[in-house]
């Protein structure tokens, strides 16, 4: 079993920045690669950013692009996004998922390819 805990959500303008941290407990000696998806209101849940635990290559939704980065820790087993630039439409849920089987060499975007995953955290842009 793995747990993941999220935080680092909230209020902010347009054009603000926001760090997101998802930290990880249990088997995570087992994690392959991990990702962040969102849920806006009335919308499906979606992907964001992913990383490989090792070597650590990182892939991005084309929406966040230049203004999102995902980054791990893992001495402290911590996933972290960095969100700049925001914008309204990033008003969601944002869920950190880990995956603990399967080959380390490549990152994943769908929510299938995740078998946990966090209780989400609120970030909500103003404009």
């Known amino acids: 079993q793995v747990q993941l805990i999220e935080s680092g959500g909230g209020l902010v303008q347009a054009g603000g920045s926001l760090r997101l941290s998802c930290a990880a407990s249990g088997r995570t000696f087992s994690t392959s690669a991990m990702g962040w998806f969102r849920r806006a209101p009335g919308k499906e849940r979606e992907f964001v950013a992913a990383i490989t635990w090792t070597p650590g290559i990182t892939g991005y939704a084309d929406s966040v692009k230049g203004r999102f980065t995902i980054s791990g820790d893992n001495v402290k087993n911590t996933v972290y996004l960095q969100m700049s630039d925001l914008k309204p439409e990033d008003t969601a849920v944002y869920y950190c998922?880990?995956?603990?089987?399967?080959?380390?060499?490549?990152?994943?975007?769908?929510?299938?390819?995740?078998?946990?995953w966090g209780q989400g955290t609120q970030v909500t842009v103003s404009s």
């Open positions: 998922a880990a995956r603990t089987y399967g080959s380390a060499n490549s990152y994943y975007t769908k929510e299938g390819h995740y078998n946990y």
